[in-house]
């Protein structure tokens, strides 16, 4: 399986982003597509997840400002990004594995077994 992610780029505080991110090469079976971000210093942390009608994870801080979407049957994911603060700043990964259910599971970053080459997000304040 291999993910291109796309969008990105710099934003001034306050303003928005998308990401999206397409998976090919797949194999059978029901996936969870998820973001996770990675800032300098830092380790890499959940973002949101996407797991069709098992339902759609948010992080602590991403929840009411991102909206994660996607399309099972053409293995997309999309992240719209509101309201950015500087500490959105980070490379993004989109990350593919198998269907989970529950907050858990979807936020494990091991759970994942594809992941896209990042794209990095730069909001200046």
């Known amino acids: 399986v291999q993910l291109q992610a796309s969008g990105g780029g710099w934003v001034q505080a306050g303003g928005s982003l998308s990401l999206s991110c397409a998976a090919s090469?797949?194999?059978?079976?029901?996936?969870?597509m998820g973001w996770f971000r990675q800032a300098p210093g830092k380790e890499r942390e959940f973002v949101a997840a996407?797991?069709?009608?098992?339902?759609?994870y948010y992080a602590t801080f991403a929840a009411g400002r991102f909206t994660i979407s996607g399309d099972d049957a053409a293995n997309t994911v999309s992240l719209q990004m509101t309201v950015l603060k500087p500490e959105d700043s980070a490379v993004y990964y989109c990350a593919r594995g198998p269907r989970v259910s529950g907050f858990q599971p979807a936020m494990e970053s091991s759970h994942y077994t594809s992941w896209g080459q990042g794209t990095l997000v730069t909001v200046s304040s």
């Open positions: 996407f797991a069709g009608r098992s339902g759609t």
């Open positions: 090469g797949l194999g059978t079976g029901e996936s969870v």
